[in-house]
């Protein structure tokens, strides 16, 4: 998972995406207090599958996308700046191989959350890839 990680980490790296969101990208969780715009990167289920003669990985990668923008141009922005990047994508992992990375969901929500001066809107786009690996 370790290497998917770097490898994903890696794309993203001075990519438009990147650029979208100051290079505030995180995994799991973003600091407290986070600038906005920015992306979470989360492990959401990692599936071993086996063959006679190869081991698979079923990932599913998801990457939230939050925006505080009251319009809908810097979140659709973000979310074409990583379907550019991810779809259909190609990586360098190191240890296996990627057979195919394919964005499966998109949720879009409006979140209250609680900033340090009382409660803002916040757009948040999950999206969701299917990663699928083989071992080397």
């Known amino acids: 998972m370790k290497n ?3 490898a994903i980490m890696t794309k993203v790296s001075g990519s438009s995406l990147s650029s979208d969101v100051g290079g505030r990208i995180y995994l799991d969780q973003a600091p407290e207090g986070c ?3 920015y992306a979470v990167m ?3 289920s990692d599936v071993p599958d ?3 003669t190869e081991d698979f990985e079923n990932i599913i990668i998801q990457f939230s996308l939050f925006s505080s923008s009251s319009g809908a141009t810097e979140i659709t922005g973000m979310f074409a700046d990583l379907k ?3 779809d259909e994508c190609s ?3 190191t240890g296996s191989t990627l057979v195919w990375m394919k964005r499966t969901n998109l ?3 409006v979140d209250d959350i609680t900033v340090s001066d009382g409660t803002q809107q916040v ?3 999950a999206v969701d890839y299917e990663v699928m690996t083989s071992l080397n």
Do not use: D, K, S
């Open 4 to 6: 998917l990680l770097a």
């Open 35 to 37: 600038e906005f715009p």
């Open 42 to 44: 989360q492990i959401v």
């Open 50 to 52: 086996h063959t006679f």
């Open 84 to 86: 550019t990047l991810f």
């Open 91 to 93: 990586l360098t992992i």
């Open 107 to 109: 949720t879009t929500m």
């Open 123 to 125: 757009r948040h786009w």
